[in-house]
């Protein structure tokens, strides 16, 4: 074992953190100046922008007597901002349009994957107030600086990915308000304009914005299952098409998949919003603000979604019959006439809220791709990620159902191996009286006292395996997926195989490494 490891206990607690959530002390401060220099050329553009209000800082990690409380309860309030929205109605959708599931399943599917995938996200919430750090620089203590630039990419996909159909289904309903009146292309550019402008200035501007979008869009919500309840639920109306046995299952697992992604896809940026939080925040707090502030809203929402699908009436048919959110929603909001469609203007920049968080930390994972890309400012990348997913956004308009429902399915592939990775690192090898005894918080851009990496990489390889043969998607099958399934349509196995493999060889090869290298 390295030398650096040869200190006493409490040196060691003084300078990391394991299970407990006591203070953690810490040294040296980065202060404004050593941040507008560290930008290089970048710096005076940074200073100016700085005293304007932007936010300066990007992946540096944020000092204890930098924190505040602040922000303590936006855990909750901000999660049921960016997940109260129009975005997530046409997840709930995908359980009749593409896995013919009556209301009563589709709601059992959604609660309970979705508290699973709830889950994922208030554990890796609980992290950033432990450490002052954005989530993908927490990876490199568990996958090393080269496992953390692996994470980097999938998330900035991930991210660019969950904006895409944000813009998309946002210009689709703006354009539906007057059809024919406002393009498609530019009412998805309106969207992705005002999702840019809060996360160009930064994380105090976030918070503000999604501390009160919620309030306005959870009585929408209200007004749409109230009109919905008009209209004419039939939770019958599905039976007839439903599955039963074996494609029952599998369509449960397969929609079960794309629920997981739907939560889980905030694990890998739960800690971004928090980590100015102090050290001593109870960990109990964070992750029961977290898992409530997303599990009440996704559902409520989801639901809704599924629910709308069950309308009787005939003036619904053919919306229904084409899953197309936009028609199902103005032919809800119907009644109401001019009031409907100012609602819909309402669901439609409510998509803003959802993608703040996409942006944000898209920008911020492009800066944990190592040192030459952090040394280009946050909001510069912010600004090239607003670009690249109002192109794609425009490409693939569409195209919406397609790319929400496979793009979902993948996200939780490798966001299962992911959590269980960072989780097992923590609870196993960074607790108080583990073999790291905690988190050397000082290392967390140093390559030379991070782990190699190889354990992390490779049990997310195995992850990867897990997937492939557990997977079904339309363009390919697993071998487990299409034994779990029907042999007409497999069963999507896809993340529970990816945690199963990645949580077995982890632990084993993180030992080694360890054993072998100190770190």
């Known amino acids: 074992m390295s030398s650096r490891h040869s200190v006493s206990l409490e040196e060691k607690e003084k300078a990391s953190v394991g299970d407990s959530t006591d203070a953690v002390e810490l040294t040296g401060r980065p202060d404004d100046a050593a941040i507008v220099k560290s930008y290089g050329r970048f710096g005076p553009i940074v200073e100016r922008l700085f005293a304007h209000g932007v936010e300066m800082r990007g992946v540096e990690r944020v000092l204890e007597?930098?924190?505040?409380?602040?922000?303590?309860?936006?855990?909750?309030?901000?999660?049921?901002?960016?997940?109260?929205?129009?975005?997530?109605?046409?997840i709930g959708i995908l359980a009749q349009e593409y896995y013919t599931l009556t209301?009563?399943?589709?709601?059992?599917?959604?609660?309970?994957?979705?508290?699973?995938?709830?889950?994922?996200?208030a554990f890796t919430s609980t992290l950033g107030p432990k450490t002052g750090l954005r989530t993908m620089i927490i990876t490199r203590y568990s996958s090393g600086y080269a496992g953390g630039i692996i994470y980097s990419i999938l998330n900035i996909l991930t991210q660019l990915g969950f904006s895409v159909t944000a813009v998309i289904l946002g210009g689709e309903t703006l354009a539906s308000i007057n059809p024919g009146t406002l393009p498609l292309v530019v009412g998805i550019i309106i969207v992705a304009v005002c999702s840019l402008v809060p996360c160009f200035i930064g994380y105090e501007m976030v918070h503000i914005y999604e501390r009160y979008a919620w309030i306005i869009m959870s009585i929408v919500m209200l007004f749409l299952w109230g009109l919905g309840g008009h209209a004419g639920f039939d939770i019958k109306t599905q039976k007839v098409h439903e599955d039963t046995g074996r494609a029952l299952s599998s369509n449960i697992l397969s929609f079960g998949g794309i629920i997981f992604g739907s939560f889980s896809g905030w694990a890998p940026v739960a800690a971004d919003y928090n980590c100015r939080l102090p050290a001593e925040t109870s960990?109990?707090?964070?992750?029961?603000?977290?898992?409530f502030g997303l599990f009440i809203p996704i559902c409520f929402v989801e639901i809704l979604g599924a629910a709308l699908m069950t309308i009787g009436d005939p003036a619904f048919a053919d919306v229904i019959e084409a899953g197309d959110t936009g028609g199902i929603l103005s032919q809800t909001l119907s009644p109401w006439k001019g009031g409907g469609k100012f609602i819909l203007v309402l669901l439609a920049f409510s998509v803003v809220a959802n993608n703040i968080p996409n942006t944000y930390s898209a920008g911020i994972s492009v800066q944990a791709l190592g040192r030459p890309f952090a040394a280009v400012p946050r909001f510069i990348w912010v600004f090239l990620a607003f670009v690249t997913y109002t192109v794609a956004g425009v490409a693939g308009r569409e195209h919406f159902s397609a790319i929400l429902s496979n793009f979902l399915s993948i996200l939780s592939y490798w966001t299962a191996f992911f959590i269980v990775i960072v989780a097992e690192e923590h609870f196993i090898f960074r607790r108080k009286n583990g073999p790291l005894g905690g988190y050397n918080l000082d290392d967390y851009d140093t390559p030379s006292k991070l782990p190699l990496g190889v354990a992390g990489i490779l049990a997310g390889c195995c992850g990867?395996?897990?997937a492939?043969?557990?997977?079904?998607?339309?363009?390919?099958?697993?071998?487990?997926?299409?034994?779990?399934?029907?042999?007409?349509?497999?069963?999507?196995?896809?993340?529970?195989?990816?945690?199963?493999f990645a949580a077995v060889t982890f632990p084993p090869l993180r030992w080694l490494e360890i054993h072998f290298t100190g770190r």
């Open 468 to 500: 492939v043969i557990g997977m079904c998607q339309v363009w390919y099958t697993g071998p487990l997926g299409k034994a779990a399934g029907t042999p007409t349509y497999g069963a999507d196995l896809g993340f529970e195989l990816a945690a199963g």
């Open 464 to 466: 990867v395996a897990g």
């Open 103 to 121: 209301l009563p399943h589709a709601i059992a599917t959604i609660m309970c994957f979705g508290a699973l995938g709830a889950l994922t996200v």
């Open 283 to 291: 960990s109990v707090k964070v992750f029961l603000l977290t898992f």
């Open 65 to 90: 007597h930098e924190r505040s409380t602040k922000n303590q309860y936006n855990n909750f309030l901000m999660w049921c901002s960016v997940n109260c929205v129009l975005t997530t109605i046409p």
